[in-house]
Structures are given as C-alpha cells and as structure tokens.
C-alpha cells in the first residue's frame, strides 16, 4: 500500500485497475462486471438501492439481524414500499414464507448471505430459485459471505451480490465491490431514485477504459491486487482454486469453532444454520459477554466481539474471515478455556481443542465439494430435506 502512490489517470494505474476487476471476477465466480468503489460496504448497499429502485417501488426485505435491518432503513431511505420478512436474530426463513411473500409487484428481494450480528447463513440458492422466475431481483449482500460461503452467482443468477474489503480478502476497510447481472443493468435505465456518486453505470463506463469514475481508493486498490495474488499463490497460482480453500478453511475452523464452544457447555447463537464467516455464541448463563470478550483481550491481545445493538452482553461472536487457519483457530480455543474456566467454574483445559482436534482430523484432506455434500446439506448448511428438495448440492 504504501508504495502505491501512482496518479489514477496513468497506464500504471489502469494496469493495476484492471488486473485487479479480472481477479475479482473470478474471486466472485461470475461473468457479469464487476464494480469496485471507495466506500465502506454501506456504500454498495446504497448503490444497489439507489440505482434499482424508483420511490414508491415495492421490495421485499429479509431481516433476522442488525444487516437485514440496514436493508430496510435503505430502502426507505429511497422511498420504497418495504415488505419485510422477519426472522428472529440466530434464525433464518423458511422459504415457504419467502414464496408466500414474493407478490408479483415486488421489484427486488435484499437479504444477506451471512448475517454477521448473529451467526446464520441465510440460503440464497433457494431464494435465487425464486427470484429467477419472478420480475424481483436479487440483491445479496455477501460481505461476510464471499470467501467464506459458497455461491454459484450466475448459475443461480444473483443479480448483485455485494462485498467489502475488510472482510475475508483480509485488508483494510474502504473498499466495496459488487457483480451486477444483465438484468439488473437493464433495470438501472428505467429506475428513478437519485444517484451521483454511486452511479453504478458511470463506474462501469469508466472500469471499461481501466479507470474509475472519480479518484480510486489506490492504495487499498493495490493491497487487494496483493491479497488476490496471496490467496492464489496458495493455489498453485489460481485464483478460484485458492479462493475454494479459503472457503474450505472458513468452513473448517468454524466447525471446530462450532464443537468447541458446545464442548463447554455453551449454546449457540444461531444453531439452525450456522454461518462459516462468523460463530456467535450465548455467553454462560448470569455473565456479560463483555467479560469474556475484556478477558480475552487483557489476556491474549486477541479480538473477539461482543454482540451489536441488543444483542450487546449476551452473546460473543468469533470470525473466521481470511485465513485464520487451524494454528490460530485452536490458539483462540485454548485461550478460551483459560478465559472461560472461572467464570465456568469448571475443569476445561483441553476440553475443547480436542473437540475442535476431532473435526479437523475428519475434515482433512477433504475437497471444498466433499466438505459441503458430507451430511447431504444444502449450500446453506441445513439439511437438504429443510430446503426444496430440488436444489442441486453446490458444487455437486
Ligand atoms: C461488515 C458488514 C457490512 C458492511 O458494513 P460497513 O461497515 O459499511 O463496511 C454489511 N453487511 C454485513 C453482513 C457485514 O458483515
């Protein structure tokens, strides 16, 4: 980053602009463009609200979390007529109810792929099968989501799946990308709200000549050309494959995650679904999770975070975003245990990085596509039998 003081109308820069939208094409997994802005990942949500929709357009919002909830202050923001609906935070929709809701009016369906206040993975496959036939787009936000989870963007056909830098490509805050469908450029020219700096179609004009519409965020630009190149150098150079491990490793050390905080006897946030980019966990009965959250810190220099909004003192949520690999996921376990043994009162040493080792040893050597179908579980992690049927196992 720091060597990136290049001018932004140069052919340096539009060498690194535009080799930096190929690799997130392909660490999207889609064909559609690609649109990179300065912004933090609000902004893209923003641009996806402003740029589909007219005021008084009706859309159907999927909340279970403080980020659903951001999709509905945006959309009424921007005047729509917002559907909305709700799951309890730490559940997901049935889709039945997704289906139920989806009226033949609604314009576009907002939803996150992980809802990362409370843990749950939301299935965007069985949402995507429902959009696909209706005039509704679908518009995921996937900031935790991508890298972590995942998506077959164009075969489900996602019309604007959205991510942010911070998250699992690992690098600093102020970057926000989406892939936005034919579709969903189509409906842009005929939708009414404003937009000046979020014009997703100025940026578009401007990704086509190598360069962005006003000044580019350059060196967070160069640092996610370099973290590209760092994801696919532990693929042998691929970029796809090294973006299938790190999903494979999010998976992973969430499932350890998972098996190690049951193995002490607490409960999980979201047990139903649990997502891969975040595990959110109840904190001991009569503990502010604060405590644990202070305790770890002090003791470790270690970040984990308590809840947002009202979940604050209830539950403590543990991310899995980038490679945080084995070695430091059960480094953090065997933290926990110091941290949790007194307020627990009991004997945990060792207790849950052997649950956490067991679930490694399984996983193993595993593909990504063996690891999503073991147990026969539908992308979003429930059993198939709990989604329709008739969707395809990813990547099977
Ligand atoms: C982090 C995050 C965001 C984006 O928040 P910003 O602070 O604007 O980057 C949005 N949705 C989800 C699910 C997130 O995890």
Redesign the pocket.
């Given at each position: 980053m720091a060597a990136a003081d290049i001018h932004h109308r140069t052919p340096e820069f539009r060498a690194l602009y535009q080799r930096v939208l190929i690799q997130l094409k392909d660490f999207v997994g889609t064909k559609n463009d690609v649109i990179l802005i300065s912004?933090?990942?609000?902004?893209a949500?923003e641009a996806a609200v402003s740029n589909l929709t007219s005021p008084g357009d009706r859309v159907l919002v999927l909340t279970a979390g403080k980020?659903g909830e951001?999709w509905v202050s945006l959309a009424k923001a921007f005047g729509c007529q917002v559907e909305t609906l709700s799951a309890p935070y730490g559940e997901t929709f049935s889709i039945e109810e997704v289906r139920a809701k989806l009226k033949p009016d609604v314009k576009a369906v907002f939803m996150?792929a992980?809802?990362?206040s409370t843990g749950a993975r939301h299935c965007v496959q069985s949402v995507a099968a429902l959009t696909k036939e209706a005039d509704a787009l679908l518009v995921v936000?996937a900031?935790?989501g991508l890298g972590t989870t995942q998506f077959d963007v164009d075969g489900w056909g996602i019309d604007v799946i959205i991510g942010?830098s911070?998250?699992a490509v690992m690098i600093p805050?102020g970057l926000?990308y989406c892939a936005v469908s034919d579709r969903a450029w189509q409906r842009m020219e005929t939708t009414k709200n404003p937009r000046y700096y979020f014009d997703l179609r100025k940026e578009r004009k401007s990704a086509a000549k190598g360069e962005s519409a006003y000044t580019p965020a350059v060196a967070l630009i160069a640092a996610l050309g370099a973290a590209f190149d760092y994801i696919a150098a532990g693929a042998g150079g691929d970029i796809v494959a090294g973006r299938d491990a790190l999903i494979h490793n999010a998976e992973v050390v969430a499932e350890m995650t998972r098996a190690a905080v049951q193995a002490f006897g607490l409960k999980l946030f979201a047990p139903t679904a649990p997502a891969a980019a975040v595990t959110a966990v109840y904190a001991p009965e009569r503990t502010d999770s604060g405590a644990i959250v202070k305790g770890f810190k002090e003791q470790f220099a270690g970040v984990i975070a308590n809840g947002q909004g009202e979940m604050k003192g209830q539950l403590f949520r543990i991310a899995h975003l980038g490679f945080f690999d084995y070695l430091d996921t059960i480094a953090m376990i065997g933290g926990l245990e110091h941290v949790l043994q007194p307020i627990l009162g009991r004997d945990l040493l060792g207790v849950g990085l052997k649950a956490a080792q067991q679930v490694y040893a399984k996983r193993r050597g595993t593909s990504l596509t063996q690891l999503l179908e073991s147990d026969h579980r539908c992308s979003c992690g429930r059993p198939m039998a709990e989604c329709s049927p008739t969707l395809a196992v990813v990547g099977a």
């Open positions: 912004s933090s990942g609000t902004g949500m980020f951001r996150q992980t809802e990362t936000d900031i935790t942010g911070q998250k805050p926000a």
